[in-house]
């Protein structure tokens, strides 16, 4: 399995490419501003195709180069932050501060992406073949904001400069946690649609489900292990108390 990181985006939002070896079928996993900037280069030098991309929250820090990123690729998001994708800002749309200054960053206008679509239904009950080769599940984990999602998959990335994680030789249980859990931290609650006590009941859940040997792979920052994040993170043993 192909599996690969970037940071280089607004925010340092992580940017996740997925592939089979074999199918050469990527999924993107959130693109933050930027990120419209590496993950052409990323398909094209290890011979992908853009598949789908799949995005864990609506945030515009996840989700701003979502249009020049998948062209006419399905776009996938949580039906609660869907309406999220008409003004990720959450601002008047009509803002020429806001523009001139996300335009000396170098980052392109807000588009909505043509092909768009809730998350399946059936991704919540069971993993499925969302590109050819990469099968996972959704789990609905509510706080950051109404939507935000974690997916879960396993595999052994191919080793790569770029990968986000090292070879093992077997396959990993791999989580796609968004801005729901970081390496010693959570998502904030104190954005629009954020929840104090639905992200406490998020955390108390992971914690039930999740299996201690997964490796995270979080929104922001350096991945971590459900192992880790149990006996560290303050913010799991206060939900948990």
């Not at 995005?55 to 932050?81: E, F, M, N, R």
């Not at 309406?83 to 200054?101: C, E, F, I, K, W």
């Not at 946690?177 to 010693?184: E, H, I, P």
């Amino acid at each position: 399995m192909i599996f690969l990181r970037n940071s280089q985006t607004y925010l340092e939002s992580n940017t996740y490419i997925l592939a089979d070896d074999d199918a050469r079928e990527a999924l993107v996993v959130d693109t933050g501003a930027g990120s419209h900037a590496w993950i052409p280069q990323a398909l094209k030098s290890r011979g992908l195709t853009i598949g789908a991309v799949l995005l864990t929250h609506g945030h515009a820090d996840h989700v701003w180069d979502v249009a020049a990123v998948a062209g006419s690729a399905p776009v996938y998001l949580p039906a609660p932050d869907m309406y999220r994708m008409d003004n990720p800002l959450g601002v008047s749309p009509a803002d020429p501060t806001r523009d001139l200054v996300l335009s000396r960053l170098g980052f392109q206008p807000w588009t909505k992406p043509d092909n768009l679509h809730e998350l399946p239904t059936n991704m919540l009950s069971g993993p499925i073949e969302i590109v050819r080769g990469i099968h996972m599940r959704a789990v609905p984990a509510p706080g950051h904001t109404e939507g935000s999602t974690i997916f879960l998959l396993e595999g052994d990335p191919t080793p790569d400069k770029e990968g986000a994680m090292m070879s093992t030789g077997r396959k990993e249980q791999i989580m796609l946690s968004g801005d729901v859990l970081f390496n010693n931290g959570v998502g904030r609650t104190d954005l629009p649609g954020g929840d104090d006590q639905k992200m406490a009941a998020t955390l108390r859940l992971l914690v039930q489900i999740i299996k201690p040997e997964t490796y995270v792979f979080p929104g922001h920052g350096p991945h971590t292990t459900m192992f880790h994040e149990v006996r560290h993170n303050q913010f799991l043993h206060h939900a948990m108390s």
